[in-house]
């Protein structure tokens, strides 16, 4: 059935990460289905098959019904489901890659809180497992201005609730284990049997999944193949509203693990995932990790695990982390990669296999098994580490720190500022950087200014106005951007970096330590004067 719709959904601009929006927008009238048949018109559906799945929020559950129907009748051959029409974002991610699909569509809005009043999100994986580059999502937004009509087909719901295959008019629906594959390849990668052997001597681990989709993966391999103690996992089963949890896992959102990794008695090891299993928080007894210094650990000692075990081909970060990674790479002679925010810039590297790891200081890190960040691989490789170097999480940053110095880092967000003042920050910012350098603030002298901009060193796209960089000469930096994942108003997320070389000084708070360059950030941008805001909403 062909349905003219009336409702084109003008204005509706794919983010970093596909179309996320409030949950009754996405069950408005023709809004879901335009943007689905939108997705169809630009990858074309006749004959192709496509991963299906989602993490499990609100409106999960209909809306994998209503774009496997649309998907039947744009002429799809296959669609593989997860059980449940779940399936974190990795676990579509390596479906797509180890099926060797036509891609994939994923229903999340990742960290974001979901139910009835909160966010949804849709968004399409090429057939690499990874997400669209802009080009594509470029055309997804420009069909969305013009289309009038979708395609669907007429049924009954169909039964995702058992594994095996089925059919939607002349489409093939496989339904599968949502966890199977993925654990296997996780076992693949890491040593099962040294981790295994760890939880045996005693190590005591958290896992909180945040009501969210990682609880039924982290299950089954923490407890039933690693053997770590059942209650190891917390928050396990996955909930359409995440039991009113916001499933980011950084210290904020995830406040219950790191009060328990603080107090008295804590376990040796912790980690939290996010909405769609993409994104990690690792914290040690009393020792919290931010997510640039995690980059660099993991990739100084990812040739513990057998997957890395013949080192790294390369090293790839988002331009706002720190380049405390930047460091690793040069120790072990191999080139690194600074990209614009979000993982797509990751994908052409990774598939032209001239990175191995990658990392975002959003609390997202990741390598070339999958093209997404996987919070649950970050977390096993750091169990794999922990197995083979026997030291806690405090020792081994610490022995980090001492060999290639600490680059402290924080990034400060300002949430549902006014889209108008933030705009007009940043626009009276960009038009000042010119006059920057050989200016002094806090101490602190700008050697250079600029707005990020990337051309992509395997097919040469160029990516502009990827955030404002302020370079003092001491190495310190200050980075401004504004998010391209909220759904209300606008979020400037302000980054803050200072390099300690040591051996003095690598134990400060990094609030402390970033002081002079908070104070700096602020002048410069003038963020009161624009936005009326002194104070962040969020610290990571
Ligand atoms: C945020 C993070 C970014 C990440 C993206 C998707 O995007 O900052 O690193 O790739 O979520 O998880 P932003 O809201 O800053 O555009
Ligand atoms: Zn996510």
């Not at 996320?20 to 879901?32: A, D, Q, S, V, W």
């Not at 896992?249 to 406040?255: F, G, L, Q, S, Y």
């Not at 191999?334 to 052409?348: C, D, L, R, V």
């Amino acid at each position: 059935m062909t349905i003219i719709s009336t409702q084109p959904i003008a204005g509706q601009k794919p983010g970093t990460s596909g179309l996320r929006k409030k949950t009754p927008i996405f069950m408005g009238e023709h809004y879901l289905e335009n943007f689905v048949q939108a997705i169809f018109d630009v990858v074309g559906a006749a004959g192709k098959t496509f991963v299906l799945g989602g993490d499990g929020r609100y409106f999960n559950d209909t809306a994998a019904q209503i774009i496997l129907r649309m998907a039947a009748a744009n002429g799809a051959a296959r669609v593989i489901i997860g059980q449940g029409a779940i399936l974190s974002t990795p676990a579509a991610s390596h479906l797509i890659r180890l099926n060797k699909t036509d891609g994939g569509i994923i229903m999340s809005a990742s960290h974001n809180p979901g139910g009835p009043t909160e966010d949804f999100g849709v968004k399409f994986n090429i057939s690499n497992g990874g997400p669209a580059p802009e080009s594509v999502t470029e055309a997804m937004y420009k069909r969305t201005t013009d289309i009038s009509e979708y395609h669907i087909l007429e049924t009954a719901d169909i039964d995702l609730g058992k594994i095996g295959r089925t059919s939607v008019g002349d489409m093939i629906v496989d339904v599968v284990d949502p966890v199977a594959n993925y654990a296997t390849l996780m076992e693949s990668l890491f040593d099962f049997p040294a981790i295994a052997a760890l939880f045996k001597g005693g190590f005591r681990m958290r896992m909180d999944s945040m009501c969210a989709v990682t609880g039924p993966y982290a299950v089954e391999i923490l407890e039933k193949r690693l053997g770590a103690a059942s209650g190891t996992c917390v928050n396990a089963t996955p909930l359409p509203d995440f039991g009113g949890m916001h499933p980011d896992p950084n210290p904020t959102w995830a406040k219950a693990l790191m009060d328990e990794m603080f107090g008295a008695n804590s376990p040796d090891f912790g980690a939290a995932s996010d909405g769609d299993g993409d994104r990690n928080m690792v914290v040690g007894a009393g020792a919290y990790v931010s997510p640039s210094d995690s980059l660099a650990v993991l990739a100084a000692n990812a040739h513990l695990a057998p997957g890395y075990a013949a080192g790294l081909k390369g090293i790839a970060r988002s331009m706002p982390t720190s380049a405390a990674a930047d460091r690793v790479a040069v120790s072990l002679g191999i080139e690194s990669y600074e990209t614009p925010t979000g993982w797509k810039f990751f994908g052409n590297l990774l598939d032209a296999g001239r990175a191995t790891i990658c990392g975002e200081e959003s609390f997202g890190t990741g390598s070339d098994h999958v093209r997404e960040k996987d919070g649950l691989w970050a977390i096993l490789l750091w169990l794999n580490i922990l197995a083979v170097r026997k030291q806690s999480v405090a020792a081994i940053l610490a022995e980090h720190w001492a060999k290639f110095g600490r680059n402290y880092y924080s990034r400060h967000d300002f949430e549902a500022i006014a889209s108008n003042k933030a705009d007009a920050m940043m626009a009276a910012l960009r038009g000042s950087l010119a006059t920057l350098p050989g200016q002094t603030l806090e101490g602190l002298t700008v050697q250079a200014a600029d707005d990020f901009a990337y051309t992509d060193p395997v097919d040469g796209s160029i990516s502009k106005a990827q955030g404002v960089r302020i370079l003092f000469e001491d190495g310190s930096r200050i980075v401004l951007r504004l998010s391209g994942t909220g759904t209300e108003g606008a979020t400037l997320r302000l980054y803050l970096e200072r390099y300690a070389a040591g051996p003095e000084g690598l134990d400060l708070d990094p609030q402390d330590a970033l002081a002079p360059v908070i104070r700096a950030a602020h002048t410069l941008a003038k963020i009161e004067n624009y936005t009326g805001r002194v104070t962040p909403d969020v610290i990571t």
